[in-house]
């Protein structure tokens, strides 16, 4: 199993967090207890019970910092400002399967955090907040392009769920990710 680098100087609670992004992506949610991940980061147990009152508490802090990043993942805010809705649409297939790291560290995140939720059902009602979230987004950009709000909600569905089912399928392989949402993105509009 990949290990995260030790890390140097005093650790706070973000530094944990990452740390338990990384398990969660190599090891999924069984990597996730304090001995495992002090052992991986180089310290005690002890400085993970200063941050964080109990494994619970510790991992609904994780599922927190990624609720509050993950609707952004859609938009990246680097990006130059697009002429069309089409355009817009094109853009964000680029930004999902362009982008060279994960908001958190790795595009394993994402794909283990489903997993968890699979177990999880407190995990669950996370992940569903922020799917909701995105595929509101998504249908926003498809209705911005022209389609009705049925087959706006139709197609953000679809892509969505292309997305989900790309991540882990093609983890390695994302310009062929890309090339395949592309293609099904201009299938959309083209129902419009």
């Not at 362009?98 to 283990?112: H, N, T």
């Not at 926003?140 to 089912?165: D, P, Q």
């Amino acid at each position: 199993m990949e290990k995260t680098p030790p890390i140097s100087g005093a650790l706070g609670p973000n530094d944990w967090i990452m740390a338990g992004f990384q398990a969660l992506a190599i090891g999924g949610p069984g990597a996730l207890r304090a001995e495992a991940l002090a052992r991986d980061i180089g310290t005690t147990k002890g400085s993970f019970y200063w941050h964080f009152k109990d494994l619970r508490d510790f991992q609904a802090q994780m599922l927190e910092m990624w609720q509050s990043q993950a609707p952004d993942s859609l938009s990246g805010p680097d990006l130059p400002r697009p002429t069309s809705a089409k355009e817009r649409a094109q853009q964000m297939v680029d930004w999902l399967t362009l982008r060279p790291v994960a908001p958190l560290g790795d595009p394993r995140v994402e794909p283990a955090l489903r997993a968890w939720a699979l177990a999880e059902p407190w995990v669950a009602e996370r992940l569903a907040v922020v799917d909701d979230q995105r595929l509101t987004q998504i249908a926003h950009m498809f209705t911005a392009a022209g389609l009705g709000n049925g087959a706006a909600k139709a197609a953000a569905l679809t892509l969505y769920g292309l997305w989900i089912g790309l991540q882990s399928l093609l983890i390695d392989r994302m310009p062929e990710a890309q090339k395949l949402l592309r293609k099904e993105v201009k299938r959309l509009l083209s129902q419009g």
